[in-house]
């Protein structure tokens, strides 16, 4: 007998006869009156919160990517920029968790396995855990709201209760448990708005659209993944909406505002709060950081501490001026020459020329016109003149009296493209020095803008675009960057722009008017976290999870080495029953459909029957549909993926199984001699139970974690449970 | 065709279906017939000797009634039932018995109607399906041979085709039908093969056929005009509107390009069509399951869709789609209530098993024929394992074949690491650097790498630990499954070796080195177990390339890695080798590749012997087609092939919506004659506004529906719906995939997604005079739609010929001329400078 219902009956009766037992029970399976609800609700809360603050405190050290997601709590409290190809919101809530708890940012979580000696930690550990706990009680909701079966709402809760993979990754100071916490918050207060059809325009509809939308900018805020439950909310909302719109006696100015509350709830309400967490991030974030080169140069000059910051240089670019252009791609480097050659058989042998991240006198450049020299600067009386779109100049590399050059060699790298090379003396070089500037998106004609404009070199005579990208050279070239030529004129990679600009004739002006204003800095934070996120490819011979190895538990990850050793991985029971029960539920419908084709779909006997059927297939639909929009993506994602990404689809198929189970046992009995029938319910509950709970017992030690300093480790019971060759604990 | 044959719920009387092909050709659409007929007329001046009579798109008049008409009447009207074969009738239904009353006055009726013998053959020419593929036939095969250089990926199955012909072994990720074909054609030709497809633009020389090869891609091509204009009738649209949509392809000028050069687009878009329309087609035998065509169709329909996938991967899409239609179809037949569930198992079985042995057989006898042709080495060897290559003549097997099989203590041997990257065990005389870039420290041991190029210094010699000379001894001690080795370098003998020290380029695996005793406290560990694979096939002995092995350090139970690291200078950029705790991953696989018996015990002897050790060619192994497929197989579907980023004229599936690119074919080396590959711009933009516009259409239809507002007749819709699943998704199916894909995309891609387009811009076009003339009753307007859709017509004519001599590539151009065709500042034609 599982122990909530255990407590059901003590709650109930203490008397042990077996007529109270079984009234007992038919109450919990009928459900007849909330003090029961509640009464299971609260046992099943207080189980979750015995199984999740258990050990909270363990172990002392940092535990896998508590590395990163630590270290960007400490950056929020200390106000230092970073990068991360995650939204900001989950990290500024560890970063707030911790600033509550009184942990003052100071600890460098370098690595795991770091012992976290004197640190407060527990506090962010605790409310991480906390949000993580709240899952069990969600799923409980959304099960009952869907089914209105008190049966099914425990066995789904309990199967997320008792599963080791998620109680290991809610422990710790991760993106996940506040992550699944607004995914499942979602689903609550999706099922609780449809709940609530009956009181349109009420308060709690209100209430509870406000909340959906809370929680799925919360979600979305966190990881990008958390668009797979904004889809799945998107795609109920619009069946609703569809009966609603198909009801004739609905009048369309009804639907009009169905539709309109819906899209203020569901769309403009997470938008803005989603801007808003952003608005939150940057304003916090003022401080220069690790994080920086990944940004324009004009959002680095918004952040003290960075070279740019407060940054004051003409406007516009005038001929004569010396200056550094900057690969305007994510991580560009800046355009740079020094006195070596290109070696023999690569090309010609001229002047090498490459981009190089860090700020150096050989990154400086003289703009030239293309057929005569600039004046001085001290000579007050030559006309200054800007350089506009559209111009043909030179570019003399200023350490080294050389001009920026191409030809038709091939590029030491990338074979395809063109050779850049310095070439000339002093400043005196050929026809092929000859490039011209376009200002991207630019009219004819305007002045190019220092750090505003980005602007692409073309080659006038091969017509071929200047470009740089990740590429290093071998160490001849001091495995800097590559620099080409490249024929196709507009490949991204070929934008650069003006960053340094010294030109003493001209004013200098401060940039902040061209300060980015928050818009640009939105969009520019949300490209540079895309194009980190596709760059988050495995490499050649990295192992990467598979996710057909998820739903069967193949492989686990290791969280925690050392003396206490932690290892995420499902519990088996769950994970297996949950793939049996998606079977299942698809042969169910399979059938049911077929029945219903063939019209033999009858049964007028038992209308509560058929409501019951109806009602279950309809709840398993809803939610094998949300195991599949957070499942089935992932095949189809280049990047790296990690078994704990299987995590949210987990808690579907958790539910959908406890769905499932509950038909199942309330179907059987119809189909088992009579002077069974009565057993066999309460037989197969407590089965499960035991089964669920025996498991969760035989597995806990990975997530509370193994001691192998104990006495009897070699004859732990842990070692017996290898089921299958490929975990490796 | 008839409305009748689409909508079987809409019980019209079985003889209806006639009837009304002949009032909606004759009648329904009068001015729909004047407009069309002058664009089909413009195809038929191209060529005046195709009867004209034939060409109105009815069945010709002087053939006698075609077998198919009594198939037209609507299957499932109540009189029909499908088993009409007494053979057939289920004996235990009473519903059987029931209606075998009825069944024979049936039958009787049937066999007045179709008194025919059952295997007589009718012939029955549709004029139009002749004249379309006439035309197109010579839009394509004009001066097929020009230009006479390589255009583009001719580049790859021409030089594939030679390879064929020089039974030369290639390895390409796609399968090989396609090129067989063309294969097959230069064979034909007379073609040796003695060419050397270098470079783009390399002109051919006399030998290579060029038109013999060409002709593979044009007649397919052409072959697809009819196809399409058939599948067209399938769906239920105008005779017309099928023979709009062959038009829009036959003067697409991207079509043209892909159907007139050696390329694969043609032949599959051809194989994918075709099976599509024989699986609609079979939707006709319905009322007549298991006769001859029904299974012909099927049959038909399966090998087809088989020989797109075996033409390019990407056509498993076009199966999948031709497999949801039949799945599509099956599931309305579980709603018929006349069939059994028995007849209905029947039904699913014989799909299935259809569908599942022509797939297989074709699939395998395509790949039985490139393995059993290639039977010589050639210059992709290396991707493949070393059994592999034994087995092509010449290569590999030429230098292994006198080896010994059983290493044995005292072999000397070259590891290869097998799956992946090519490369072998290698050690040289440079040690690990004291410190690393981020300060780590190393072992300052004799470097291992894997090294991917034939090297002395490639070479082990095993060792059994027991024993101290390094020669083979008589009696042999052959190495068995669980062995304890150690493998000494032939070079320098130092033995390998791994410890706990943090590998240079992957910290948390193992550094492996060759042991150099510095005695410091760092003992050598250099035991390893052997672990086979596949054991049982050599019955546990350790076999030279045959046997593939995990060496599992005895000390730390880590298995021998190659981790895909490059390392530094330092390490001369060859690639690191760790042990790794993972041990079953296909990196820790490696294999003998060759091996000899060390004789000399003499040290100096021994470096002597590796460092001249050329052998003499002889036979190749034989390794069976399973296994050779299996490798095959394996390696083209999971070989991550070098992706060439960024290339000039690459584009992005959204690019190809509005024609943003083209690619560069060719270019005369003297002339700024080339062909360039582009579409018909007209086309192109009307396909993707009637794109949108069925979406459009579609939404708004839909919502009025929810509210009860049924704009359109019940048929009407459906005939509009069955259009969008079939062209819509099948439009889906073919493009949206690419925005999955992480590889290099160029326009062509965008080939079998486009005909779909095509084809759902031609059903639009019907379907928007159909709007104007029957819903809302302005024959006025129908009229001026018409004639605007004639005008529209003359202007793709126009643009074609416009855009014709960078698709023929036949004509020189001037630089005025090659400006004058860049119509958009994103299409990089190219002009030679003076």
Known sequence: MSPEIKKTRNTQKSSTSQLTLDKAFMKYRQCDSPAVWWAVFGAVCLLTAATRFYNVGQPEHVVWDETHFGKFGSWYI?????FDVHPPLGKMLIGAFGYLTGYDGTFPFVKPGDSYEGVSYIGMRVCCTAMGA?????????????????PAATFASSLILFDIGLLTLTQYILLDPILLFFIMGSVVGMVKFHAQRERAFSGSWWGWLAFTGFMLSGSVSTKFVGLFVVVFVGLHTIATLWDLYGDLRNPLSLVAKHFLSRALGLILLPIILYCAYFYIHLTILCKSGNGDGFYSSAFQSQLEGNSLYNASMPLELAYGAEITLKNARTGGGYLHSHIHLYPEGVGARQQQITTYSHKDFNNKWLVKKWNEEPADWEDEDEPIELVKNGDLVRLEHVPTGRNLHSHREAAPVTKRHHQVTGYGENGEGDVNDVWRVEVEGGAEGVPV??????????????GCALMSHNKQLPKWGYEQMEVTCNPNVHDPNNLWNVEDNQFPRLPNSSFEIYAPNFIEKFIESH?????????????????????WQWPINFKGQHFSGGSSKIYLLGN???????????????????????????????????????ARRDRTLGACGWLALAWALHYLPFYAMGRILYFHHYFPALLFSSMLTGVILDYLFESLPGLVPRYLATTVYPTLTGLFYSTLAYSFYLFSPLAYGMHNLEPDWENHTIHKMRWLDTWEF | MDVGVRNRKNKASPKSGKKTKAAEGGQTHPADTDALKRSIEKLQHLNENINRDSGDGESAPDTPPPETAPDSSPPSTPTTSPDDFPDKKVQSSPKATRSSQQKKARNSAKASQDTQPPLKLSLHVDGMSVTLFVVSFLTRIWRLDSPRGIVFDELHYGKYAGLYMQNTFFFDSQPPLGKQLIAFAAYLAGFDGGFKFERIGTPYDAMVPVAAMRMVPAFFGSLLMPTVYNLMVELGLSHYTGALAAFLMIFDNALLAQSRYILMEGILLFFGLFGLLCILKFRRFYSRPYSLPWFGCLILGAASLTACVCVRYFGIFTMLLGIGILVRDFWEMVGDRMLSERQLLGHLVTRAVIFTTIPVALYLSCFYVHLTLLYKAGPNDNIMTSAFQASLEGGLASIISNQPVKVVHGSQITLRHTHGRTCWLHSHDAVYPVKYADNRGSSHQQQVTCYSYKDVNNWWIVKKPEKEEMVVTEPHEPIRHGDVIQLVHGLSSRALNAHDVAAPMSPHNQEVAAYIDYNVSMPAQTFWYVDLLNADATEGNWHAVESQIRLIHVNSSQALKFSGRQLPDWGFRQHEIVTDKIIDQEDTIWNVEEHRYGKTEDKKEREKDLLRSEMIPLERRNLTYWSKLYELQYKMLFNNQENVAGHMYASEPLDWLFLKRGVAYWISANSNAQVHFLGNIVVWLSGTVALLGYVALFVVYLLRRQRSCYDLPESAWNKFCTVGEILGIGYAVHYFPYFLVDRTLFLHHYMPAYVFKICLLAAMVEHGHYLLSEYLRAPRL????????????ASILYVFWFFSPVTYGTRDLTANEVMSLAWRDTWDLIIHKQ
């Open chain 1, 78 to 82: 200390n106000r230092t920029f970073f």
């Open chain 1, 134 to 150: 709240c899952l069990v009680p969600f799923a409980f909701i959304i099960v009952w709201e869907m089914t209105l079966s008190l």
């Open chain 2, 782 to 793: 129908a009229r001026a739609y018409l004639t605007g859709v004639g005008l529209w017509a």
């Open chain 1, 527 to 547: 490209t540079v976290m895309f194009q980190g996120n596709s760059g988050l490819k495995p490499k050649e011979g990295e192992i990467t999870s598979q996710p």
């Open chain 1, 449 to 462: 803008k220092t750090v505003v404009h980005r602007l692409r070199l073309v080659h006038y005579l091969v």
């Open chain 1, 572 to 610: 088996p029971v769950v994970f297996w029953s949950n793939l049996a029960a998606l079977l299942l539920f698809l042969f169910l419908r399979l059938h049911f459909a077929y029945l219903c084709k063939r019209g033999s779909l009858c049964s007028p006997a038992d209308v509560g029957m058929e």
